[in-house]
């Protein structure tokens, strides 16, 4: 049996980006390092690249979420990107959106003992919980699926006008380019690729940035949230 790897110091970096925030981000690196690993959430080889290919990466999402929006984080999973981001920014409203129970648990603890109350954690998949899930500003997505798939989960859940970010890799170009047609059946208006870091990850972290018109999903989900919408006033008035 090898030996769990060790969390490595937070880099330089991590007061600046965590700010008051300092000392919950260590306590989630090092559940994830522990907790993280025993459960299967993160892979053991992961853990001395936690900061710079994890929280890092993930926390400076922040720079293109806009202020005090709601935001839904598609397969959560141990939490990335959504805590981190959360840990950033207490102005956003967040949810973390996973189906696997093992990891809404470790997520609940997570946010119930870093105290943040900004964030809820809900158990299903995408496509089950719209129309019960009220539509956000944006959806964030890391290492989920495909671009076009992540889309077709992702997107429905949007408000109008909405945006997903998803934090790609090397491959986030091709991926846009191959998802075109499916990201325009499903409302999609503009896209791009930003990056982001500068100055706190080394290579910068890559977005995909998808905006959506007034009808996020396309035409077939917009029929479907109506009449979501209808069947939620039946129930309350009853």
Avoid at 147 to 169: C, N, T
Avoid at 219 to 234: D, L, M, N, Q
Wanted: net charge neutral; glycine share 10%.
């Amino acid at each position: 049996m090898t030996e769990a790897a060790e969390l490595p110091p937070a880099p330089e970096q991590t007061r600046e980006v965590f700010g008051d925030r300092f000392d919950d981000v260590v306590r989630y690196a090092e559940l994830l390092a522990e907790a993280g690993v025993q459960r299967g959430l993160i892979g053991p080889r992961e853990v001395p690249r936690l900061w710079e290919r994890h929280l890092l990466n993930c926390a400076v999402l922040s720079e293109v979420v806009p202020e005090g929006v709601t935001v839904c984080d598609v397969g959560s999973g141990a939490g990335l990107p959504g805590i981190p981001l959360a840990l950033v920014r207490e102005d956003l409203k967040i949810t973390l959106l996973e189906p696997l129970l093992r990891r809404t648990t470790f997520l609940t603890e997570v946010v119930e003992l870093l105290g943040l109350d900004h964030v809820t954690v809900v158990r299903g998949r995408a496509e089950e919980v719209m129309g019960k899930l009220t539509p956000v500003h944006v959806v964030t997505a890391r290492a989920v699926a495909p671009l076009d798939r992540l889309a077709a989960w992702g997107i429905p859940l949007l408000r109008p006008y909405g945006e997903m970010l998803a934090l790609k890799g090397d491959t986030a170009e091709e991926e846009l380019k191959s998802a075109a047609t499916a990201l325009s059946k499903l409302g999609a208006v503009e896209t791009s690729i930003l990056h982001v870091g500068e100055g706190v990850v080394d290579p910068l972290s890559t977005v995909v940035r998808v905006e959506v018109g007034e009808s996020p999903g396309g035409v077939r989900f917009a029929a479907k949230r109506a009449k979501a919408a209808r069947t939620g006033r039946t129930r309350r008035r009853r």
